[in-house]
């Protein structure tokens, strides 16, 4: 049995304390903030996301809480009409194996941290800000040790640094600086559903694009909410992260909207400002016995919705290819970790890049290129541009199986 150290208790923290705790190791998760628990709005979730939380336990309870999608539609911002249509009912479900869904962060964290708090061999400790850490990276059997900002010290096997896209494990192991901001500002807002007029509420994520700016929308919390969020590329390059914004600010940002979309941004109140920030790939995030998952280790947009889901997958890699692991065996088996993770994770940060400029945000001749791109797609052939993503990974040791 190893016992592992896990920086940062979010849906990657925790997700990799069910995962190594399954494999029978002991895990001890750090939290920075002082209770553990999710703040911000709604996410959404492919079925490769689904199919590793069922490989984590909790699948069961996630569903109980998603609201279950029928379609991503494409629209106009401007003109209002519809661009395409990705059907994700029934035979999208069959052919993934699971549904796509959207749910509140909550309705994500609070599961994983339930099934944690089941679990004898996981330790959770919230008020543990890492600030420090250190390996013997020679020694077969070495230790790491980290160090939080209130001075106590834990020493385990490895380290996990799961602590988000401003990953102090990162700095520290891989010296990169912070992450870029990509210059797209991004609003949101949570409606409570009763003030949201019949006709504005749908089971799509509804995606209006116009040039250089988008809103989405989609239900959340079991029907309770309306998750809103506006987008505009507009060269922001100050990182911000959930400062609250003025109602009339965002109206004015965003003058050229079709009616539906419109009356939306016009129902929004509370209203939190981002810069989104990403990563250009690296080739490592592993040294010795320390490694990186998630945010910390591959940030990305947020344009293919997958930052979440593939922080799960990293977790359901690293939980079987540390089965059985001794202390000796860790730093091969971590290198293995990433590099099974490496090519996939990467692949998606590019492309979360290209659906922002190429698919929500394209002006004239792009936004026409694209248009006639997707207007002859059928059914099943959206479904095939959308299966490298959305199918479930295989698990190491498990492929033939
Ligand atoms: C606007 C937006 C929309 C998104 N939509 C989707 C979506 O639809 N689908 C999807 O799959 N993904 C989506 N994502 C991405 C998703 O939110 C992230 O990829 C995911 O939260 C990453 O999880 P994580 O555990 O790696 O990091 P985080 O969720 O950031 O968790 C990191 C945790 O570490 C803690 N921490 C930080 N520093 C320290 C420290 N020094 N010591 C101890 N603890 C520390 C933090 O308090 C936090 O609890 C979206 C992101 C954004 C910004």
Redesign the pocket.
């Known amino acids: 049995m190893i016992h592992s150290l896990v920086?940062?208790?979010?849906?990657?923290?925790l997700a990799t304390a069910l995962s190594l705790a399954s494999a029978g190791h002991r895990v001890t998760v750090?939290?920075?903030?002082d209770e553990f628990r999710e703040i911000g709005a709604g996410?959404?979730?492919a079925p490769n996301?689904f199919a590793a939380l069922d490989r984590l336990g909790v699948g069961k309870a996630v569903r109980e809480r998603a609201v279950l999608v029928e379609e991503l539609r494409l629209m106009d911002a401007i003109t209002g009409e519809r661009l395409t249509a990705v059907p994700v009912g029934d035979r999208y479900r069959r052919r993934f194996g699971n549904p796509y869904a959207v749910v509140h962060r909550a309705d994500l964290h609070t599961p994983l941290l339930e099934a944690c708090r089941l679990d004898d061999r996981i330790r959770l400790l919230a008020g543990?800000?890492?600030?420090g850490q250190a390996q013997d990276a020679e020694a077969a059997d070495g230790r790491v040790s980290v160090t939080t900002a209130d001075g106590r010290r834990f020493e385990g096997d490895l380290l996990v640094g799961?602590?988000?896209?401003?990953?102090?494990v990162r700095a520290r192991l891989l010296g990169d600086g912070p992450p870029q901001p990509n210059g797209h500002t991004?609003y949101?807002a949570l409606l409570p559903i009763e003030e949201v007029p019949d006709h504005l509420r749908t089971g799509a994520v509804t995606l209006w694009a116009g040039p250089d700016y988008h809103v989405v929308h989609y239900i959340v919390a079991g029907g309770a909410s309306l998750n809103l969020?506006a987008v505009l590329d507009d060269g922001a390059m100050e990182a911000v992260s959930g400062r609250p914004a003025d109602r009339d600010t965002v109206l004015a940002r965003f003058p050229r909207l079709a009616a539906t979309p419109r009356a939306l941004l016009e129902l929004g109140r509370d209203w939190r400002r981002?810069v989104?920030c990403d990563r250009d790939p690296v080739d490592r995030w592993t040294e010795g016995r320390i490694t990186l998952?998630?945010?910390?280790a591959h940030p990305?947009l947020?344009y293919a919705?997958?930052?979440?889901?593939?922080?799960l997958e990293d977790t359901v890699v690293l939980g079987a290819l540390l089965a059985g692991a001794t202390p000796a065996d860790l730093p091969e088996r971590l290198t293995r970790y990433e590099a099974a993770r490496r090519e996939r994770t990467a692949r998606i940060q590019t492309v979360s890049r290209r659906v922002g400029a190429e698919l929500y945000h394209p002006v004239g001749d792009a936004a026409r290129a694209r248009d006639d791109l997707l207007g002859p797609l059928t059914e099943d052939g959206l479904h095939d541009q959308l299966a490298w993503l959305h199918t479930a990974q295989p698990v190491p040791g498990e492929e033939n199986g």
């Open positions: 920086a940062g208790g979010g849906i990657g923290g750090l939290e920075r903030q996410i959404q979730i996301g543990a800000e890492v600030a799961a602590d988000g896209i401003r990953s102090a991004i949101r969020a981002w989104l998952l998630g945010d910390a990305m947020q919705a997958q930052g979440a889901c593939q922080a």
